[in-house]
Every structure is written in C-alpha cells, then in structure tokens.
C-alpha cells in the first residue's frame, strides 16, 4: 500500500535571484529584499523589519493597539504555509507623523531567514 501525502505548495514563489526573506520555520517566501523599509522596529518577541509588501501571509482582524509609537489599529499576520504568526500589518495610524506605516508589514527576525544569493 502507497500513502500518499499532501505536498505543501506555497502561494507565491519570489524569483530566485532576488535576495528573499522566508519563514523559519517551514522556507515558504515572505518578501523581496527590496520591499524592506526599515530594520529599525521591535516587534513583541525582538527585533523586527518593516517591509511595503509580503506574500504567502495570512492576515486576522484589525484591533487597536498601544504600541511603541502610540496607537494603532493593527491586524496579526501569518504564515499562510504554516500558520506560524509572524508579526502585524498596520491597518491605521491615529498620529499623523505615523501615518507612513499604513498598509505595511511587521515581521519579527524570529521568524525569518534570508534566503537565495545573501553573501
């Protein structure tokens, strides 16, 4: 008798030769090195990055949050290959010197590796 197992197969394949960031824990693609926007945020667990735009990432509900910078309304994002959570998305800023992060991601450096071409 054969089993047979389902293959995980992931949404989105960046090109391979960009500098990539991938999810630690299963190597599914999360972003392009050019969508990074800063290095300088911190996320609940460490540091974090703040990217324009991500793939294969799964997004909850927006809530309100007090966050570092002031309030926010934000929504968890995760992995959509493995469910791990892996930062947040910015929803709304209510200050408007933060209004730049709408729209972008957070992902903690605990949950992502560099992938393809880092030297």
């Not at 090109?15 to 999810?23: A, K």
């Not at 735009?53 to 968890?76: F, M, Q």
């Not at 959570?85 to 560099?114: C, V």
């Amino acid at each position: 008798m054969v089993k047979m197992t389902k293959s995980k197969t992931f949404q989105a394949y960046l090109p391979t030769c960009h500098r990539t960031y991938s999810c630690v824990h299963c190597r599914a693609h999360l972003a392009n090195h050019d969508e990074l926007i800063s290095k300088s945020f911190q996320g609940s667990q460490g540091r974090a990055y703040l990217f324009n735009s991500v793939v294969n990432v799964g997004c909850g509900p927006a809530e309100e949050r007090v966050l570092l910078t002031g309030l926010h309304a934000v929504a968890d994002i995760y992995c959509e290959n493995c469910k791990t959570t892996l930062g947040w998305k910015y929803e709304h800023a209510f200050e408007s010197s933060q209004k730049y992060k709408e729209g972008k991601f957070i992902i903690e450096l605990a949950h992502m590796i560099k992938d393809n071409g880092w030297e």
